[in-house]
């Protein structure tokens, strides 16, 4: 008969270390991405935004929330899709399926933008009372937004992935 191990410390130990590295990537990546979106709102005086485009997105859907709760919404959904994008970075790195490093990142960050912009694209398609904003501007600057985050979210990986080895090596 055959003993079936369903967890070891080892592995779990492995998954921390691999979710520490999704959630540092992907807060590192979001947040330089919305700092760019905001100045790139500024600089272009359009709303880029994402968590206030997200506010008006789900507060039109549920108006009976207050302003806080849909702002605190669209931040969440912010943040959430971010750490989509870096589980998904961290496991092409980690699979060694490309290597975690600043030209990779850009060419990273332009795939993630063109599947940002589909994404956006088909939201304000799908929503019954999608937020007025110049789309072509917007889907535009879904590039060089996620072009931001897949390089901050490489040199964050990088710094994280870096004093884990130091780590580990110490041991």
Known sequence: MRKFKLFSLADGYKQMEKVSKIVVTGFAGTTFMTAASELMSLLGKEEFREPRL??????????????NWQLLMGWGAHYCMGFIFAAIYVQLWESGKIKHNLRNGFILGIASGILGLLIWRATFSWH????????????????????????????????????????????
């Not at 600057?141 to 990088?158: D, E, L, M, N, S």
Request: avoid cysteine; charge should be positive; aromatic fraction near 10%.
């Open 54 to 67: 997200l506010r008006k997105i789900t507060g039109r859907l549920a108006p009976f929330l207050s302003k």
């Open 128 to 171: 019954p009372l999608p937020p007025s904003v110049n789309r072509l501007n917007f889907y535009l600057q879904r590039i060089p937004a996620h072009v931001v985050f897949a390089v901050f979210g490489t040199v964050a990986y990088q710094i994280i992935t870096d004093r884990q080895d130091v780590r580990h090596h110490e041991k």
